[in-house]
């Protein structure tokens, strides 16, 4: 059933964006460019970006601002176009392994470094 954020019957779940679609699910403890294998392991709307350049997966999401990313998270623009919510860094060892701190356009506008893979999301 799609949902919305707020909107879940059972209050253990959260609305994320799963499959192209917004429906209910379990949220995980990872934040925002946290490790993944799939939704359940990322924390509130967060849904895990696993595609085969993505080490370990990523927790993010869809965005419009840097709002939607929560603190320490930025609404970044990448080479292909897609707007997601990043990991802000400041250093290299802000990011964890096989992640580097990259400058990324801001869909808010300006640049913002983001912790990215080596290969683009």
Known sequence: EPCVLGSCDHPDQ?????DGAFR???PGDEGLGGSCIDFTDCAG???CLDDANIPDGYCSRECVRDADCGAGGSCVRFDGGDQLCARSCVRQGDCRDEYGCNSK??????TRDVCTPGIEI
């Open 14 to 18: 959260t609305c994320k964006h799963l």
């Open 24 to 26: 209910c699910g379990l």
């Open 105 to 110: 356009p801001r869909v808010e506008g300006g």
């Open 45 to 47: 709307s967060f849904d």
